[in-house]
């Protein structure tokens, strides 16, 4: 069964980091995951540079990657200006993310959930790109707790034209949660960190549910400015090496991954959360 897997440590990666990264790096990242076989990459953050400075000059960023066939370049939109930002940058798509609670819709993208939602339905309204909607914290807030599956199938239900991301922010869901929200929700897609060890379990949940599109980062990098003690992203050659193995298709150079993330350990000064890019991948039968 082939898969999509969307590289987001361009944007969801690097924005956690300490040091803003220069748009030269940050494309030249992009350029290499696409090289790797990436079918889809998250490559920017249209925000304001004051509220993520690690995602400032998102459109040097884009001016500087070297457009690859098969690869589909994607950025994040938190409201009407940010998605005008990127439909004039030239990206293949939009991925629009709010909140499943009042809480964190205020902390991330300074907006009520009723505004980010309205925001939300007209940019599906005028966008000439395909949108992704992606429901963050859509398994628990830092703020509020556990969140009520059924506000989160309303809020799906919001967007019948769109594709559906649902988002477990701060790494709180188990298996049986994401089967189930996929269940109730018939998203596409999941975006998963793997704060409490849980992610890759919840991948194979969520593939077992009929997800084929799954979001990751190289090296297993990321986290949320805005969310407490949230850390990486489920790491994309973690996710490559289990899922070839349970016969789902990538279509990614696993070799060439594990180069990519040596190359990010080297660049960062630092051991990476990823498994697999320290290991390497297994040659045995």
Known sequence: MPVTICDVGPRDGLQNEPETLEPAFRAELI???AAAGLPRIEAASFVRAEA?????GAEEVVAAIERREGT?????????????RLAASGLDRVNFTLAATESFSKRNANQSLAEAQAAAESVLARAELPV????????????????DPGVVAEIAARFPTAEIVLADTIGVATPKQVRGLVERTGARGVHLHNTRNTGYANAVAALGSGVTLFDASCGGLGGCPYAPRATGNIATEDLVYLFEGEGAETGIDLDALVAISQWLEETLGRPLEGQVYRA????GD
């Open 280 to 283: 390497g991948a297994w040659a």
């Open 132 to 147: 992704t909607v992606t429901i963050s914290v859509a398994f628990g807030c830092p703020f509020e707790g556990r969140v």
């Open 72 to 84: 589909e370049y994607s950025g994040l939109a938190l409201n009407e200006k940010g998605y005008e």
């Open 52 to 56: 993520v400075p690690q995602m400032a």
């Open 31 to 33: 350029n290499r995951l």
